[in-house]
């Protein structure tokens, strides 16, 4: 729609304000993040300009390397576990079987439950003096398997990456949303056309709602990029830094008041999440309209 | 209604959103310019100007010191009326008040009195020049000798006193008696060949014998080095810097030490290492004289009464009887323009230094502090215990992170963890150290 002359002023003056807000709090920030980036500084001292130094620094960092990997490992997994599963459930539960509703609850759950009780609780199960998932395996006579789950290198990055899985709910909703808006007409069709319950989902709801799937793994690959609390609270990084990741990195040269490498790690993981909004756009290659 | 109109109040409404949202910023502002006024806040009583000095404090809320420090607080206020007036301003959230600090240090605008856990955070703020020179105030005698010997040499940054030493913390090997009585432990260990030998027999009794914890800042481990470290390397092993020797050999039994702790040691926190000792699930522990007044309100019946206490033990027979003891919280000041707020500053220093107070303070809360008591006037048997111990010790240490940049503290639990899963050699994992120290 073409604005009339005129009108543009208005749109400009209510734009204005939260232009200006998103400026100060967003886009200046981020310009500060990136020129700071090239800069050695403590937080307290003046800032000495080192050029790439910070960059250097941290990629010759295993440790740095390892977050990185862990992280697009993390949001591999959430893409191609979690939203799927969170495809799956919302295609079940839209068919409305008896206690969808509960169902739905149940898994929308974990969203609204502080991050912090779920951490305790999850720690408390992979507790390996007396937690339940050990307690189990012993039950079952499998006690040769008992670990200390997350202080295992072999096995703690997977514990954390399991629990941070189980958050489905949210893509869920939004998947189940898209269902609900698919007209009526195209599930007949499909029935006219003798179509099993598993083809209808493939090619006719699925398709239908590529764009809440599109959103969802946008979503999923962002959160994974920049998930932090979960591995915080859980294993802060250990053991060894199996489990660290870029945003747990940077926290932690922050608290070596290195904020210069701190801004560095920040800009590679601006640049590594533009790039993976951009491969997932062109990946599902959507009409504009 | 016409479009002309259309547009004013389009125009109208844009421009009195814009004005509400940044009114609250610019009153705000505004408020704070003429509270803070340069950084000097002087209030007219009557004839003379009454100094006040502005305090966030940490010692509030539920904090243990609260309620006498508050009372301090109160009480210099009411001696010094018309004269000094210190304001509190309460921080309940460490981190948070920490974070504000870094920020009013950054700025220039200092509080007046503050405190700080961290000695590298002190060099930092004086190395940027916004931190009170209270080195005259120390040269009177009668400040100086307040203090337990040596704490001041400790707190001088190039021979000058950024900061006064406050809260100290005094940390003990700490025993469950009943349980190295039940292995056939009779006497405590003196030197780490009798402690492992003590080990063996309580892993046979099915207890863990040491608690280890490699998670946060691998607080008990990293005492436990801080421990290996003095036997290994003596008084003077931070001057020589961690190319000495002494810290590698410290690191070997740091690695054995696990062998003889529980399986969740890898990641595990304090609740985790505190549990264990608090239900004798584990026999030898060390922490700090706070954790007392806990062990005796959570711990399993009997265990308060069953600690032994001692300190350091020996390396091939050398530096046996080692206590670490280390500054907790530092007072610092901002940096002041006006020599008469510099004395009043100065006043409050004197004032909540002064020991019938910090008796007080000490037996309130369970805390102990930078200045010399005698353990006879501390009430809690225990805790009286310790300070003598430490009074009477071969040598007083700082533990490893109080003797190291904030970097090196980071880095350890980390590197003990590679160190702890053998992917490190106790070699590498000393320069894993001095990489983070650079």
Redesign the interface.
Known sequence: MKLRK?ES??VI??L??AL??FVMFFIYPIFNVVGMSFFNW????DPVFSGFENYKDIFTDK?FIRSITNNVIWALAACCVQVPLALLMALILSRKPRFWQSFRTIYFLPQVISGIAIAMLWSAVF???FGMLNGLLKMLGLGKFAT?W????KT?FACVLIYGLFYIGYYMVIMMAGITNIDESYYEAAKVDGASPIQTAMHVTVPLIRYSVHTCITLAAIFGLRTFEQVYLL???????RTSLVVLYLY?QM????YGGANASSVILIVVGAIVIVSIRKMFKFEED | MKKSSKKLIALISTVVLSVGMFAGCGSSATEETDSSNDGTTKEETGKTEEIALTFPCIWVGSDSKAEVFGKMVTDFNTEYEGKYQVNIEEQTDYDAYEDKIRTLISTGTAPDIFTVKSFADIQLFAEAGNLMDLSTFFEDSAIGDRFITGVLDDTAIDGKMYAMPYENAIIPIMYNNKLMEAAGVTELPGSFDELWDACDKLKGTGVFPLSEMTGDNAWTSMLWYSYAVAACGGADVYDKGLEDPAFVEAAEILRKMFDYTSSDAIGADATVVNGHFFNERSAVYTNGTWILGRIKSEGVAGLYDSLALSGGLSNDGENGGAYLNAVQAYICAGKQEDPAKEEAVQAFMKFITEKDKIVELTNSSGSLFAVSVDSTEITNTLQAEIVKQSADAAFTIRNFNAAMPTAVGNAFPSALEELVLDEITPQEFVETLQKAAE
């Open positions: 005129g002023l208005g003056l209510f204005a304000p200006l807000l403590n937080g307290i001292t440790v507790n390996s003096e200390n997350l202080g295992n290198p703690a294993t802060n990084g250990g053991p060894a830094n932690n608290r070596d008041n290195n």
